[in-house]
């Protein structure tokens, strides 16, 4: 009988490379470098003595071996994860209650896929969002009205558990024909006699207020907006200028709808991690929510860096 050193972590390897298209994001969606993962790769093409995948190719070409393999773990990961997923709720119990509140206006666009893959996952779970947007959304979990809450920091001082999300950047968005167009990035001073254009929330809460102009001192005149899509209206009939996640409106630059620009050299990222009381943080039910939030958010969110 022929030894295999086939193992699962080689099957989510496989399929980590087809869902993300390329050996580095793969690497990063399963937190492994790159080295690493190439070297899972190479020795399975020693062991079999065929390609797996075309190297060159852009999407990734699977070899006939390649998507051999990928038909075995189509059809055994599944099963491996139900099985484990049954056995933590003979073990523990698994009924209760999952209550997400959100600080962040753009948050359910790329939150509502995860949310319907623990619905599938989790049937017995209640799954469900605190309603309305919430400026201190940890105060919710520690007032036991929500389980876990989206966040944009980490407080040491906060008595919760950070599950660390992914980093993001964000762009300052103007108008076709802008003066500042031509500029490679915008500085502090370019926002100086603008309009800004932000969610009705406090500057505490805006990136681009909190690490970018007020040390400044700058504060230029400001309008706010509920929705994303008004906000980008109003840019693109030149009321201001706004700053927001590359992800949140990546759309709409496909369309050339507005223009975005750096802030800074180096560009301005934000954060998100998802908080939850400590005694939930190693629930089952938690760890692979926070999974399938991260799975979800790197495959269909350009862009974004795993935490």
């Not at 099957?11 to 580095?24: E, H, M, N, P, Y």
């Not at 949310?115 to 049937?123: G, S, T, V, Y």
């Not at 907006?225 to 209206?233: D, G, N, S």
Request: net charge neutral.
């Amino acid at each position: 009988m022929i030894q295999s050193i086939l193992e699962l972590r080689h099957l989510r390897t496989l399929a980590a490379l087809r869902d993300s298209g390329s050996v580095s994001r793969a690497a990063e969606l399963l937190n492994l470098t790159q080295s690493a993962l190439s070297h899972q790769l190479r020795l399975l093409e020693e062991q079999y003595g065929a390609p797996l995948f075309e190297r060159k190719s852009v999407p990734i070409q699977f070899s006939p071996a390649g998507l051999r393999l990928l038909q075995l773990a189509d059809g055994l990961l599944p099963r491996v994860s139900e099985a484990e997923r049954d056995i933590a709720r003979l073990a523990q119990g698994m009924t209760g209650q999952l209550r997400i509140a959100v600080e962040c206006h753009t948050c359910f666009d790329w939150l509502m896929p995860a949310i319907d893959e623990f619905r599938r996952r989790w049937p017995e779970v209640e799954l469900d969002i605190v309603s309305g947007f919430h400026a201190d959304p940890v105060e919710l979990l520690r007032g036991r009205r929500a389980d876990l809450a989206i966040v944009s920091e980490r407080d040491a001082a906060e008595p919760v558990h950070y599950f660390p999300l992914f980093r993001f950047e964000i762009v300052a968005l103007l108008a076709q024909g802008h003066p500042l167009e031509a500029r490679p990035h915008l500085t502090p001073r370019d926002f100086i006699g603008q309009t800004l254009i932000t969610y009705p929330v406090p500057d505490d809460m805006l990136d681009i207020m909190r690490k970018v102009l007020t040390p400044r001192g700058i504060n230029p005149t400001r309008r706010t907006a509920e929705l994303t899509i008004v906000i980008l209206q109003l840019v693109a009939s030149r009321r201001g200028l706004a700053a927001l996640p590359r992800w949140a409106v990546q759309s709409y630059l496909d369309r050339d709808y507005v223009v975005p620009k750096p802030i800074g050299k180096s560009g301005l990222s934000g954060e998100l991690f998802a908080a939850c009381p400590p005694s939930l943080a190693s629930q089952p039910f938690m760890e692979d929510f926070v999974v399938i939030v991260r799975e979800s958010s790197f495959l269909n969110l350009r862009g974004i860096e795993l935490l």
